[in-house]
């Protein structure tokens, strides 16, 4: 061991075998010369650094006297001691070690100074050795180290001419011996090739004559001696006997072996069966641990685990317990448990951090493997109950706790963020497209009544703005909806209050010999700090969606440039974030370098709403915002009903609160200016269409009613949020609105009847003009074009005939028809939803809403009649002041009694039954209105034209008498009273006008002159049939009588103008 401990020394050029530092010389070798530090490296190149540690028990001779190797070869062939080269003494070492150099305690630095040494370094050995030497002394030394190379090189050479010969022998006889036994005797020279010639080289490539090229004599085909040949393919010449004798000994061990090793095989079974039946369980186990994991029966391996925990503890007692001379039994047991628990730790690790991934990254986890029913949660607890059994420094309740807050942290914010950009992504192409025409918005109306408002979502408005709406609720749905993120935020405040009461760790196991059974108790800081995190998400969801509604579009949409980040599988929360952000949608697969341009300024109302589409009409507004407003009070109502949230944090539940209170007043806000825009253009839905109820009117009153009643009933679910009220707790959450948002309500609705009804009328009063087919109406900028065809089919359907849509009487009559059923029945049906709904009175409202429809009828009624008026007016006055329309005076004995009416009162009728003719067939329910009227207005002619005449006599007043009463009788279906007090002041005002004598005698022609109208009557039945009363099936006839009330709407209509003598339409 001496020998082989300073081998090892000297080789590694080191004082001692425990070193405790680096040697400094072994950094610093500017001493040695270049020639010794090339060597250095060429052998230690050659030479393994290990090779003391091999070969150390072999040495060899040196060549130089004394010396000793010591494995490497090369650095440590040097003598232990030497004389000086110079010949001043005879021992370097012991001369250094008395001028105070320690070189028997460092083997490096003694070799530096010895002359055989490869690392001997001559600057050192003079600058130490030499150190006081004089010129003289150094050049005779020099003499000295001559003479004795000059000698060492004599002997050297002498050594070599003496014995040259032998080494040229015994090379000779080597080679000889070898070839003999590589080629068996044979010449391996090839023979000599011919010399080179120019012919031959010419005629080389052509020539087909000549030997064949001679073999290699390592060629199997033409050496048969290579079996005994020294090469490698014959294995230097042992192929031969090798072959048989590996057949002999296979052949002898198939013979002999079972006979000569059955008994020892025998012995060795039995006592490896015996030593497993003894060890069964040690040897088992750890292939049953094995096999539960990969089956993933966690039961079985919980089972296992314990028994090999309780076998390692055993093996550990029992080495404590071993004395000095332990038997076989006892060693054999404490090894094989040490195996078992090796092998067993190394799998229970590797399983601890699998499940350590699993648990902090639960939306990472494969879904295959849930078993069949399994829940997600289960499965969490069943991690954690895997852990504990286990036993782990780390409480796994709370990294879970921890890892699944981070989740839902991170998932709010990219959750939020991505669908902001993204929804913000299709309000600025909506933006930047072109502005949807009138009549775009009126076909989305027309929708209304033909489906339910579930089935016509869809038709509310354009397919852009329903998906940007519906884009809108998905968001909402996914952030604050009990299926969606806040959902998830629920289920966790759950399973938080669960650990903190311990009602959960009932369940779970304390470990082995209870060393789990700390995690199941969580600290108090800790409680405390999942309480404010939880605070903090319900936080973060309500700033998100606060300030989706109340704050402006945003402006930065770089998110969607730049790529989603990689998820790492142990990263919490990975595959759920990526999850949720789903395969880009190819809509959001933009161009960096050219992004869509922020949304144009034009002033709209909608341009400072972000949950807005652009060009929405209200349909859609009220159908989502509705969808969208109870997600949110729903939500606001869950994030008050946590625990943390609702019970401590009152100012958390004021901000809850007022995330209600803002996003309902910001969705007010918006969906009354569409409301009111829309207001303005549902005079485009007018078809002229005939209603399929009621012929006498369109299905514009149906429309508005249907349009109105569908924003009161949306504006009810958006004020009082009452879809959301299901919610335990949400009474206090979601409050009433409050008084400004109900008058905003108010008021936009009177003003959308007050602008609906001006469309109407400006529909009615337009002036038309033909183009290719259909009729078009062009004022203020748009145009109107309905196809006629298909008001014909429509009219002629309901049997009610064509509706000529370019005739401005007939518009004028069907919108008087319209603002009828309107007056009678739309508005006060709409008036009484609104009451319900809001719970409040419309009454000035009411007033002033059935003001304004007097007004707007009157105004219609007037602008139809003045034509008729004037026509009556031109007719009967001129009938009257002509010249021949008194008959001439005659005696008291001869008379010129009257036998017909003049010619004016025929026309005059005549014009009336044209009227008749357009109004019955128009909108008959106007008719007696219409026509009563007009009874009227001409009966008030009449007085005007007679007051012209200052005198009557007796002819003049038959005449007169006759001309009035023949219209009378003629109208008497259209007479009321003003009709008839009209009347009577024409034959006051007759009566004024003539003496006493003409008034007896016109007593005794009345019975004559009764007879003449009765004749008249008869002969002009056919001409004014359409005047007769019309009959009902029971015989009764209908209509006002003579005396008999007004015609329907007749007391409600004001005159705008016209005569001075007044009328109930006229004051």
């Not at 253009?681 to 009643?709: C, H, L, Q």
């Not at 029945?825 to 409202?845: G, H, I, R, Y």
Request: proline residues 6%.
């Amino acid at each position: 061991m001496a020998d082989l401990e300073r081998t090892v020394l000297e080789f590694y050029q080191i004082s001692t075998l425990n070193p405790s530092q680096w040697p400094a010389d072994k950094d610093n070798d500017s001493d040695a010369s270049d020639d010794e530090a090339a060597t250095k490296k060429k052998a230690n190149r050659r030479k393994s650094r290990y090779q003391a540690l091999e070969r150390a028990v072999s040495t060899r001779s040196s060549i130089v006297p004394g010396s000793e190797n010591s494995g490497s070869g090369v650095g440590n062939l040097v003598q232990k001691d030497e004389q000086d080269p110079l010949g001043t003494t005879d021992s370097v070492v012991r001369t250094l070690k008395h001028l105070g150099v320690p070189l028997q305690d460092d083997l490096r630095l003694r070799n530096r100074f010895l002359l055989s040494s490869t690392t001997f370094s001559p600057a050192l050995f003079l600058s130490q050795m030499h150190s006081t030497a004089d010129t003289q002394s150094l050049i005779t030394g020099l003499e000295v180290l001559s003479k004795s190379i000059d000698q060492k090189s004599a002997s050297l050479k002498v050594l070599v001419e003496s014995n040259f010969e032998r080494f040229v022998r015994a090379k000779a006889t080597i080679d000889n011996v070898y070839k003999e036994m590589k080629y068996r005797g044979a010449d391996p020279t090839p023979p000599r090739a011919r010399a080179h010639s120019r012919h031959a080289s010419r005629n080389s490539f052509r020539s087909t004559s000549g030997p064949p090229p001679l073999n290699s004599p390592h060629s199997p085909a033409t050496d048969p001696r290579k079996k005994n040949a020294l090469i490698k393919e014959s294995e230097y010449g042992v192929i031969g006997v090798k072959a048989p004798l590996l057949d002999v000994s296979a052949k002898a061990e198939d013979v002999w072996g079972p006979a000569l090793g059955g008994r020892e095989k025998e012995e060795h079974l039995k006592t490896v069966a015996s030593s497993l039946d003894q060890y069964k369980e040690y040897v088992e186990t750890s292939a049953a641990i094995a096999d539960s994991i990969k089956r993933k029966d966690h039961e079985t391996l919980v089972e296992e685990y314990t028994k090999a925990r309780k076998f390692a503890d055993e093996a550990k007692q029992l080495a404590g317990e071993l004395d000095s001379q332990p038997t076989d039994d006892q060693l054999y047991r404490i090894i094989l448990g040490a195996r078992m628990w090796h092998d067993v730790d190394e799998q229970i690790q590797v399983l601890k951090r699998d499940i350590w991934r699993r648990l902090i990254s639960p939306y990472n986890m494969n879904k295959a493997d849930n078993a069949p029913g399994q829940q997600e949660d289960d499965q969490h607890m069943e991690l954690i109950t895997l852990l504990l059994e286990l036993g782990v420094e780390d409480n796994p309740i709370w990294v879970w706790l921890l890892s699944r807050y981070d989740y839902l942290k991170s998932k709010i914010q990219s959750t939020a963020d991505r669908s902001k950009v993204e929804i913000e992504i299709l309000r600025r192409r909506l933006a930047n497209a072109e502005k949807p025409t009138p009549q775009t918005i009126a076909s989305h109306m027309r929708t209304l009544g033909r489906q339910s408002i579930e089935a016509m979502s869809k038709s509310f408005d354009s397919s852009d703005v329903i998906e940007l709406w519906e884009t809108n609720v998905s968001f909402l749905s996914n952030l604050i909806s009990s299926q969606g993120i806040l959902g998830e935020v629920l289920e966790f405040w759950q399973t938080v209050q669960g650990f903190i009461e311990g009602t959960t760790q009932r369940s779970l196991p304390v470990g082995y010999n209870g060393e789990s059974k700390d995690h199941h108790r969580l600290s108090q800081q800790g409680t405390i700090d999942l309480e404010k995190g939880t605070i903090e998400l319900v936080s973060m969801i309500r700033d998100n969606v606060l300030m989706f509604f109340a704050g402006p579009p945003p402006e930065d949409i770089s998110l969607l440039f730049s790529p989603m980040p990689p998820q790492s599988p142990g990263t919490p929360g990975a595959a759920s974030i990526s999850g949720s952000l789903t395969p880009r949608d190819p809509r959001f697969n933009l161009d960096p370098n050219n992004p869509p341009p922020p949304s144009p300024k034009r002033g709209e109302a909608w341009e400072k709403f972000a949950f807005w589409p652009p060009w929405s009409n209200s349909l859609s507004g009220v159908h989502f915002l509705s969808k969208m407003l109870a997600l949110v009070g729903g939500g606001a109502s869950d994030m008050a009903s946590i625990a943390p949230v609702g019970k401590g944090d009152a100012a958390e539940v004021e901000r809850v609160k007022t995330l209600v209170g803002v996003a309902r007043e910001r969705c007010v806000t918006a969906l009354c200016a569409a409301w009111n825009r829309d207001a303005e253009n549902i005079k485009y839905v007018e078809d002229w269409n005939r209603s399929p109820d009621s012929r006498d009117v369109t299905k514009m009153p149906n429309s508005f009613a249907m349009f109105e009643g569908a924003l009161l009933s949306g504006m009810q679910k958006i004020l009082y949020i009452s879809e959301a009220m299901s919610k335990p707790g949400a009474g206090d959450i979601v409050l009433p609105p409050p008084t400004k948002l109900l008058q905003m309500v108010r008021s936009q609705y009177v003003t959308t009847l007050y602008k609906a009804l001006s469309g109407m009328v400006e529909n009615a009063e337009r002036f038309p003009k033909k183009a290719d087919d259909e009729w078009t109406v062009e004022v203020d900028g748009y145009v109107v074009v309905n196809n006629p065809a298909n008001a014909q089919l429509s009219a002629s359907t309901l049997g009610g005939g064509t509706i000529d849509a370019g005739d401005r009487n007939v518009r004028m009559l069907l919108t008087l028809s319209n603002l009828q059923a309107l007056r009678s029945t739309v508005v006060p049906s709409l008036n009484t939803q609104f009451e319900n709904a809001f719970s409040v009175k419309l009454t000035d409202e009411t007033k002033t809403i059935r003001d304004v429809l007097s007004q707007i009828d009157a105004r219609l009624f007037q602008s139809y009649t003045r034509p008729s008026i004037d026509s009556l007016r031109r007719i009967i006055r001129a009938g009257v002041a002509s010249p021949d329309w008194s008959p001439p005076s005659g005696d008291t004995t001869t008379p010129t009694k009257p036998r017909e009416v003049r010619p004016y009162v025929y026309e005059a009728l005549l014009g009336l039954v044209l009227v008749h003719s357009q109004v019955s067939t128009t909108a008959a329910s106007l008719t007696t209105e219409v026509l009563s009227y007009l009874l009227e207005q001409a009966s008030r002619e009449l007085l005007d034209a007679f007051k012209t005449r200052a005198r009557y006599h007796l002819e003049a007043l038959m005449q007169a008498t006759l001309d009035v009463e023949f219209v009378a009788q003629t109208l008497s279906h259209y007479t009321t009273d003003r009709a008839s007090e009209l009347q009577s002041a024409i034959y006051q005002e007759l009566d004024g006008r003539t003496d006493n004598d003409a008034r007896a005698r016109l007593q005794a022609e009345l019975p004559e002159m009764r007879a003449v109208l009765k004749r008249l009557r008869e002969a002009s039945k056919s001409e004014f049939a359409c005047f007769r009363k019309p009959k009902r099936a029971g015989g009764t006839t209908t209509g006002p009588t003579a005396g008999g009330p007004p015609g329907p709407g007749a007391l409600e209509r004001r005159d705008t103008g016209g005569s001075s003598v007044g009328s109930d339409r006229e004051r």
